[in-house]
């Protein structure tokens, strides 16, 4: 991301125009390396977001809810004493450096004072310090004389900004073009490794503009010069930068850079959202479906030791048929086989110490143990198997989702199953998230995210209304509102291929579909939620497709 100092000019500029005058009204810390302060500007409230860890650092607008700790941090709690209700003064970008600072005149009851709060936006270098007359009244990150350091940072000492790196600043036109004299191969390196502030994207970008060949000018003017288009620039669809100007074609335009800026990173907070909770889910699941396995690899090495009990409970009976032909101290014997038609024999092992009476007994009593073990332990796998195939849809679930309203209510699932922990219910708690929905050839079709919302829909649905489900394939359950119409092929098709992307079927082709009424769609009793069993129905193969759900839709009923 260019969070260089070119990029951060922009930023800077805009941020004074947008906040200059504006009231502090609440300061937050919702991470350890994140700050937000809510600026009332007199005609609106705007949220300034300090991102100072080593990943996504910036300072930015954002409009996104986060959850508030229940107790503030040490260095919130020093931001809200000396800044609360403090008015901005001034935003600066000093010397070209990858630093915003804030001029903020605070006011109190017995005192008047101006304080200045800086953001070092470097990377894993990031911090935030708050000065009053140049020395230091608190830092978010701070070391001590005894650190192996260079700048030191506490309460009480002078700021010292971070050491300047030796480059040529962007307009000097005559170290730039003493330095490009050197130039060879990659100017776009050559450009962020010798000239301040730039990034090898915005170097990148220069060389797109001005070729190989670019001048001490171009650069200055590339820098300073009006011509800015913000936009976040896309590869393959995906947003993968912002930037204050691009030559690049896929990309969209905004009208400023913390347009531009808030759009890419609440992409990129919500992809990153999306793929952590996603893997917790996915590791728990993963790990359940490992134990299942095991339990069930267990029960089937118990049935294949009941398997020979029919043949005990034969050797007991064969005793006794042939009682009077044994005596005590007997190890074994060989009897036929009156069960088999063709007159085999069977060899049977005696214990010597015991009366051939007492060989038989030990015989039926070691078969009676068997056949309750058999009938336990099939009991047992049937329930085993019957988890296995929830936590299977569950997993299924999780890897068709789209996005992070997608586990909400998985999560739910995980948390009822002892999975996961529970959610803290002192948070909020959100609404479900709507049923996918799409809107073909006048008709409705809904598809649900996960179990719980599978069941919802398969019992919102009216009995004329159409039912599918991929056969042999864990899958969402997708519904067709009919309103007593007959439903065309192609409505009938895209809900197929609707049904067949949101599957375990989802990477193939020609996916069995499944499709029936409602009525004839009926949930077993105690089963699992999202189990259903159906007849009457019919099949169609088709391809997955996950055409586009219709956005807003928050109606989760007919």
């Not at 291929?497 to 989802?506: K, P, V």
């Not at 990477?507 to 029936?516: A, C």
């Not at 009424?517 to 999202?530: C, I, Q, T």
Request: with cysteine; proline share 3%.
């Amino acid at each position: 991301m260019p969070q260089d100092a070119y990029t951060i000019r922009y930023v800077a500029n805009e941020l004074k125009g947008l906040l200059c005058g504006g009231k502090i009204s609440r300061i937050v810390q919702p991470a350890r390396d994140e700050l937000t302060f809510i600026i009332y500007t007199g005609k609106t409230n705007v949220k300034l977001e300090a991102k100072l860890s080593a990943q996504d650092t910036r300072l930015s607008v954002a409009s996104n809810e986060k959850p508030v700790p229940l107790s503030a941090p040490n260095f919130c709690m020093l931001l809200r004493k000396h800044l609360q209700n403090a008015e901005i003064l001034n935003v600066v970008q000093p010397d070209f450096e990858r630093i915003i600072y804030f001029d903020l005149k605070c006011v109190s009851d017995f005192s008047s004072s101006v304080m200045r709060l800086y953001f070092e936006l470097m990377g894993k270098y990031s911090n935030a310090v708050l000065c009053e007359n140049g020395v230091i009244v608190g830092a978010l990150k701070t070391t001590s004389i005894g650190e192996n350091t260079k700048r030191v940072l506490f309460g009480g000492v002078g700021y010292v900004p971070p050491e300047k790196q030796d480059k040529i600043a962007p307009d000097d036109i005559d170290g730039l073009e003493n330095v490009l004299k050197y130039v060879s191969g990659d100017a776009a390196k050559f450009i962020c490794v010798r000239v301040k502030g730039i990034s090898y994207a915005t170097a990148l970008d220069m060389v797109r503009v001005y070729g190989e060949n670019i001048t001490a000018t171009d650069i200055r003017e590339y820098v300073y010069g009006s011509d800015t288009e913000p936009c976040v620039t896309y590869i393959n669809g995906e947003a993968n930068d912002f930037k204050v100007r691009s030559a690049e074609k896929e990309k969209k335009v905004y009208k400023s850079v913390l347009e531009a800026q808030s759009a890419y990173y609440s992409y990129v907070d919500s992809k990153r959202a999306f793929n952590e909770k996603k893997s917790k889910l996915e590791n728990a699941l993963k790990s359940a479906l490992k134990k299942i396995e095991k339990r069930i690899a267990a029960i089937e090495d118990k049935l294949a030791e009941c398997k020979d009990a029919d043949i005990i409970k034969l050797k007991g009976e064969l005793i006794t048929a042939n009682i009077y032909a044994l005596q005590r101290g007997m190890t074994g014997f060989t009897a036929l086989n009156y069960y088999d038609p063709d007159g085999g024999t069977v060899k049977i092992e005696l214990d010597g110490t015991l009366s051939p009476s007492a060989n038989a007994q030990k015989y039926y009593k070691r078969y009676a143990k068997l056949k309750r073990t058999q009938t336990s332990v099939t009991a047992q796998r049937e329930e085993a198997e019957r988890k296995l195939e929830y936590l299977n849809s569950i997993y299924s679930n999780i890897r068709a989702a789209d996005d992070s309203a997608d586990f909400e209510e998985t999560e739910e699932e995980l948390e009822a199953l002892g999975l996961i922990g529970k959610t803290d219910t002192r948070r909020k708690k959100q609404s479900s998230a709507p049923f996918r929905s799409y809107n073909v050839g006048g008709f409705k079709i809904i598809s649900g995210r996960n179990n719980l919302q599978n069941e919802r829909l398969t019992k919102g649905l009216s009995p004329d209304d159409i039912w599918l489900h991929t056969q042999k394939y864990h899958s969402s359950h997708v519904g067709i509102i009919t309103n007593g119409r007959d439903v065309p092929d192609e409505v009938l098709k895209t809900a197929a291929e609707i049904c067949a992307y949101y599957s375990d079927g989802r990477g193939g082709n020609k996916i069995p579909v499944d499709y029936t009424f409602k009525k004839y769609v009926k949930k077993p009793p105690k089963s699992n939620a999202g189990f259903a069993v159906y007849t009457n129905y019919k099949t169609v193969l088709t391809e997955p497709c996950a055409h586009g759900s219709v956005s807003g839709d928050d109606d989760e009923k007919k």
